[in-house]
């Protein structure tokens, strides 16, 4: 089991730009962020993978940057330009092995999660 724990949410205003860092203890071959807006469900955003692969969902394809650092078992997500309905709940998730392209964005592949992170985008 892989204990994450994230942090950089905040309250922004919509154009603006947000940090959210994980640290995770323990070995996982695919890292990945998830987001759950209230009364909606957990969407996947992006994964980077040990090898250098990353993942994105389409929603955010273009604003929102994943980079993973191995060595310091760091995963960031930068957020730029962001929308109202970015705001939610942002989460970290790990799975022990590698995920190929067709289940990267999969939560159920996930068995790691951290206990979120609050982002909200409001004027």
């Known amino acids: 089991q892989v204990q994450l724990v994230e942090s950089g949410g905040g309250s922004v205003q919509p154009g603006e730009s947000l940090t959210l860092s994980c640290v995770y203890f323990?070995?996982?071959?695919?890292v990945a962020w998830f987001r759950q807006a209230p009364g909606k469900g957990r969407e996947a955003v992006a994964s980077a993978a040990d090898s250098g692969l990353r993942y994105y969902d389409e929603s955010i394809k273009g604003r929102f940057t994943i980079s993973r650092t191995s060595a310091k078992n760091t995963v960031t997500l930068q957020m730029n330009s962001l929308k109202s309905e970015d705001t939610a709940m942002y989460y970290c998730?790990?799975?022990?092995?590698?995920?190929?392209?067709?289940?990267?964005?999969?939560?159920?592949?996930?068995?790691?999660w951290g206990q979120g992170t609050q982002v909200t985008v409001s004027s």
């Open positions: 998730a790990a799975a022990s092995s590698f995920l190929p392209p067709s289940i990267s964005l999969v939560a159920s592949k996930y068995t790691s």
């Open positions: 323990g070995s996982a071959g695919s």
